[in-house]
């Protein structure tokens, strides 16, 4: 391991204990450069990185202060739309549409979403940004059969509003698994990240007549959010 990447997780270490405490201002470079006996370069790259991983924060003419490391809840059991959950966080966000096509169902793509194969499903990538940093990534596989008209401006407000409101669907429920993914090349190019490993959400929705529509694959920033679910036990009988 090179000598930034000790001196990042040191310090990290070192605010996840409270050691440098949230919304304080860590040592100067210079403080740093003394205490762990390296060069100034050295010393920025280890804060270069702090900074990527949202630890950090450069504010001029006061040096590198130490940001709060707030989870956002993320329901797990809910079926709940991102705009919904950012409306009722009361969150600074923004969603970005990459891309929109009609795609047609292959053998492997039936397996992976439960659609049929040769249906004609809508394809949507979508960044989520919170706070100005991109959070989220959402790929989105629609039946074209209940939506058949879809627009990069529908996918950017709300598209559960648009299939609710405009088209009269009955969202019902949905089945979700839920695993920890290594990140890929593409991922880390769209989120502007250098995470390792993502939180992937996949979803398979339903009407009320038990009929699919969407299949999802949600994928979120581990230090952003914290996945909650609501359990009730029930008697034995």
Known sequence: MKKYQEIFNDIKEKITEHI??????LP???ELQAQYQVSRDTIRKALAMLTERGLIQKVQGKGSLVL???L???????LTSYQELAQSLRMENQTKVVSLELVTVTSSLAQLTGFEPYQQVWKIVRTRSIDGKVSVLDTDYLSKEFVPHLTKEIAQVSIYAYLEGELGLDIAYAQKEITVEPTNREERELMNSKDDYLVQIRSRVFLGNTQQFQYTESKHKIDKFRFVDFARRKNAL
Not at 20 to 25: D, I, L, S, T
Not at 72 to 78: E, I, K, R, T, Y
């Open 20 to 25: 440098y405490p949230a919304e304080h201002v």
């Open 28 to 30: 100067t470079e210079k």
């Open 68 to 70: 709060k490391q707030e």
């Open 72 to 78: 956002l809840d993320f329901p797990v059991s809910g």
